[in-house]
């Protein structure tokens, strides 16, 4: 007579769910998911290692890695923004993927050597950027009070913190338009403490000469390079004038 086939009896550790996992983790959900953040296809790369996690291609106590590069590629994929996007963020998670160890992808190492050099660069930028829009924000209240000294000293400097924001980051072009804004401020400052300073009873002229002086550096155009000429040679004459009358 025919006997019945015996059945297999699979044994587990008490508590676990299956066979306890060996080796580094590895499989298409980690090639398929490395390729897409390589082609910074973020998004896709993302719910690739979430499909992985939730369908069970990763072992329990690996499935701290895909959950690790999903959340990178959810920070990379908002890079839209400069102004907006979490550079603190960015590279705490870099350095969480370098807490990961080496594992068996070909193009992770060179995508994140890339990106780690790249947010390095432009955090450095945006955090010199914060820094020069302050300064800038203290000038210009320091000009509304009547402090022009200290406007005309806090404008030189955020000009010179925006100068330092080099070209080749994504805050460069900002930094460049906000140097011509300041220029233009600064003058427009200058100008109006020569025009207070011309409508006294009797003006100082070698200070309003000084002035000048200091216009000059920020006077950008013809036309204000022509007016600071016109105002530079009636205070010469005035002052000529004045010292005629005092001997």
Not at 5 to 33: I, K, R, V, Y
Not at 158 to 169: C, E, G, V, Y
Request: proline share 5%; glycine share 6%.
């Amino acid at each position: 007579p025919c006997r019945p086939a015996p059945l297999l009896m699979l044994s587990f550790a008490p508590g676990a769910s299956g066979p306890a996992p060996t080796g580094p983790a590895s499989g298409p959900w980690l090639s398929e998911g490395v390729a897409l953040m390589v082609q910074e296809n973020y998004k896709a790369a993302e719910q690739r290692f979430q499909r992985a996690i939730s369908t069970g291609e990763v072992a329990i106590d690996q499935q701290h890695i895909p959950r690790t590069l999903g959340k990178t590629c959810g920070v990379f994929g908002k890079t839209d923004d400069p102004f907006r996007f979490r550079w603190d963020r960015a590279e705490d998670s870099l350095t969480e993927i370098t807490g990961l160890g080496e594992l068996p992808v070909v193009g992770l190492d060179t995508w994140h050597a890339e990106k780690l050099a790249w947010v390095v660069k432009n955090r450095e930028a945006y955090d010199a950027l914060t820094t020069a829009e302050s300064v800038a924000s203290t000038a210009d209240e320091q000009a509304s009070l009547g402090r022009f000294e200290e406007a005309y000293q806090s404008f030189h400097n955020a000009i010179a913190k925006f100068r330092l924001i080099k070209a080749d980051t994504v805050f460069g072009d900002r930094a460049v338009n906000r140097v011509e804004m300041l220029q233009v401020r600064i003058y427009a400052l200058v100008l109006e403490e020569i025009q207070r300073r011309l409508r006294v009873t009797s003006p100082q002229w070698n200070d309003v000469l000084n002035l000048i002086d200091r216009a000059e550096d920020f006077a950008d155009t013809t036309e204000k390079r022509s007016e600071l000429r016109a105002l530079k040679s009636d205070c010469r004459t005035n002052a000529h004038e004045g010292r005629r009358r005092s001997s």
